[in-house]
């Protein structure tokens, strides 16, 4: 891809000096080896005067205040309200992002907003977090990792909602500021669909990263799955993913499996069968897995926590609010005192105020 209407941004920390005069990006899997004059898939980052260059350094395409549950994240600071930003661009060409106005346009474009601009916006709105979401965040790590850096002088932590197609440079980097992830998997992850709905030729750089963070650093984890109707659905591949979480990471991984809209290029498939979701919640109960529950179903039982021990309710949820906390000061079980693997507990119990949109 050529160059458009970029600005130079800032001068990326992730690459490498490769032959033929091409600088290879390290920030995610997919290693664009990139020429002079030239831009990588995600439109983002690039080359000029033999210098790779991160163009939307401080280019803020979108911002909103939203409750941490929305992410979803379930069991890191719950109750949390956050600043959710990102920028254009994005490394998945997924054919069903909800978000593709941002992340497949290949134009710089949004606000000034420099890192300390960032924190500023987060202290006005009185949030806890900063979450890096809508596109993916690994193709703007050096801006998120100035941003962290500067949020944590401030008390305030860092999520990355990201589809987990990251490198060990780029986990590198997180290690300086991040401390909560939730890697969406798609289609569980099925080899078919990633390629065919996707655009990338292996999942596998996928589990490689969860892996390395769970073995590397501190960063709470949380998993989702987009369960997609007649094609990203296979229970065997959902049963493979969750078999890999309890294996790898701990039958304590909370486990998200969310309800597909149509959108972008799949107007034509139905909303995903509240049933097909239940089903894959079995299969992740019956691997082992403690804390499963279904998204984008407002309303459903299994958005609540339930005590793996007794079967309590422990947290019970409306959408993305905290409707009773039945933990006691210790995050165990009311009722039968099993410690439940939540950080944090909430300020407040009960429907919060409407959140807000502030620029999209
Ligand atoms: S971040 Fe962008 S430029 Fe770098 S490897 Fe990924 S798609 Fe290519
Ligand atoms: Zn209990």
């Known amino acids: 891809m050529q160059f458009s209407n970029v600005t130079l941004g800032k001068e990326a920390e992730l690459f490498k000096i490769v032959g033929d005069n091409r600088i290879k990006c390290t920030a995610c899997a997919r290693y664009c080896q990139i020429p002079n004059g030239k831009i990588g ?40 309200s956050i600043y959710s930003i990102a920028t254009t661009g994005c490394n998945w060409l997924c054919k069903y992002c909800q978000n593709y106005d941002i992340s497949q346009r290949r134009k710089i474009e949004g606000i000034e907003l420099s890192p300390h601009g960032v924190i500023e916006m987060a202290k006005k709105y009185r949030v806890e977090g900063i979450a890096y979401t809508y596109n993916e965040p690994s193709i703007f790590m050096e801006f998120a990792k100035d941003c962290g850096v500067e949020a944590h002088k401030n008390n305030i932590f860092n999520i990355f909602v990201s589809n987990g197609y990251l490198t060990p440079e780029s986990i590198d980097l997180t290690k300086q500021f991040l401390d909560c992830i939730t890697v969406d998997f798609k289609g569980s992850g099925e080899q078919n669909f990633v390629r065919k709905f996707i655009g990338i030729p292996s999942s596998d750089p996928i589990f490689q990263t969860i892996k390395e ?43 998200h499996f969310l309800r597909f809209h149509p959108d972008y290029k799949m107007m034509q498939f139905p909303s995903t069968p509240t049933e097909t979701l239940e089903k894959h919640y079995e299969v992740a109960k019956t ?28 947290v019970q949820r409306l959408g993305f609010d905290i409707v009773s906390w039945n933990l006691d000061i210790k995050n165990r079980c009311k009722k039968c005192s099993y410690p439940i693997a939540i950080t944090g507990k909430p300020k407040k119990i009960g429907i919060r105020n409407r959140f807000k949109i502030l620029m999209n």
């Not at 929305?70 to 069991?75: L, R, T």
């Not at 073995?215 to 997609?228: A, C, G």
């Open 287 to 314: 691997e082992g897995l403690k804390y499963v529950y279904i998204g984008n179903v407002p309303g459903h039982k299994l958005e609540h926590t339930y005590c793996p021990e007794c079967g309590m309710i422990v």
């Open 41 to 80: 898939l995600c439109g983002v980052r690039g080359v000029l005067d033999n210098k790779l260059f991160l163009f939307s350094y401080g280019k803020v395409i979108s911002g909103n205040i939203d409750p941490i549950e929305k992410k979803p994240v379930s069991h890191y600071m719950p109750g949390t």
């Open 213 to 255: 963070i769970k073995n590397s650093t501190k960063i709470h984890i949380e998993i989702t799955d987009l369960i997609v109707p007649e094609v990203g659905d296979d229970l065997f591949a959902a049963r493979k993913l969750c078999k890999f979480i309890h294996d790898e990471l701990g039958d304590d991984t909370p486990i």
